[in-house]
């Protein structure tokens, strides 16, 4: 499973459109559309879970291409790393 992350989408982009734009490429597996909180329009980035193969065609074929007017941007998601402070507490 590869997390795409995806920007330069237009404020009416939806979850549905998204869905439909990357199915072309595979089943997404899910979908997260960043929305602004108080109006619940698009801000302009979504992360999308594909599988690997599937993934790697997405960013092929839409990286740089055009959406309602916009131009995409589609990479692979840098993942977090979290480390682990060890060590003693202190009281």
């Known amino acids: ?5 995806v920007r330069g989408l237009p404020a ?4 549905e459109s998204l869905t439909a734009l990357f199915s072309d490429y595979g089943t997404v ?5 960043h929305k ?7 801000r302009g980035t979504a992360l999308i879970n594909m599988e690997g193969h ?3 065609a997405a960013i ?5 291409s055009q959406f309602q007017g916009h131009i995409l941007y589609v990479s692979q998601a840098k993942e977090e790393k ?4 060890g060590g003693k507490r202190r009281h």
Do not use: C, K, N, V
Request: charge should be positive; charged fraction near 25%.
């Open 1 to 5: 499973m590869i997390t795409l992350f």
């Open 12 to 15: 009416s982009t939806t979850e």
């Open 29 to 33: 597996r899910s979908l997260t559309l």
């Open 36 to 42: 602004d909180l108080f109006t619940s329009q698009a």
């Open 54 to 56: 599937e993934a790697r």
């Open 60 to 64: 092929t074929g839409l990286d740089g």
């Open 82 to 85: 979290r480390r682990f402070r």
